[in-house]
């Protein structure tokens, strides 16, 4: 590997079940870099979607990091996401929560807010460490349909610590339309955890939504399958300079 200021090291992620048993866990996968390591596991229901027209889905999947060594692991700085082409959001209808709205609140509080726009909801982990002191603290994480960006979806995440003192989070996710094989792009940071002294470890979530707008049934989450495969290409900056980038490919089938 060459290392200048930063190391960075390519990798591809394949995350595939074979087609008799597509509808179970799709796989999961372990990258190591030096002793910080990434693991990653997901999957999406149902597998068995249309060709050319966009049918509800939900996605779910989590991530942990950790060392190999039992030190603390860096703190993830900023993430790039890009999703298939085959994949589309739509929002339509869908009630927005704007981030001031959710800002200092409790997870009680957040979710009661803005009850009507949460689109996804999971966890969210983290190690505090002060000294050689280490407190590890895990929270709800809520997923929300926020306003638009120069048109583009935003996702806005929520999530709460009470260790050292209650500190809420919240981060705005734009989500923007693109061209080529990716069809969208999310680029954005991550925040500051109990002022520095955090790094996150790990987090889960299901994604998906469906709603009524207009007399019709709508999904959040939508996927077709033209060409067997939907993928995901992911890129995470952590602040000791490591750059860890990669693309993550899931069978689906297609519906007959």
Known sequence: MAMTQ??????????????????ASAGAATVRVGTL???????????VLPRRSYAPIRFQGHGEIKTTDGSVPPALRHVKVE???????????????????IEATTVKQARSRCAGAIVGRGHVGAILSFGASRIKVRSPLTLFNGP?????????????TAVPVFQSYVVVVPIERRRGIYGYR???????????????TGIDAKIGRRYSFRGARRSYVSARCSDYILQTQGYFSFDDGNVIYGSVFKPCRMRR
């Open 83 to 101: 999703f298939d082409r085959d994949g589309r959001l739509a929002t339509a209808g869908l009630p927005v929560c704007a981030p001031s709205r």
């Open 37 to 47: 390591v990434l693991h990653a596991d997901g999957g999406f229901q149902p597998h």
């Open 186 to 200: 999310s680029s954005f940071d991550i925040p500051e955890i109990a002022g520095g002294a955090g790094a996150l």
């Open 148 to 160: 638009r960006q120069n048109g583009n979806i935003t996702v806005v995440a929520h999530a709460q």
């Open 6 to 23: 930063k190391r960075l090291l390519g990798m591809g992620l394949l995350i595939a079940a074979c087609a008799a048993v597509a509808a």
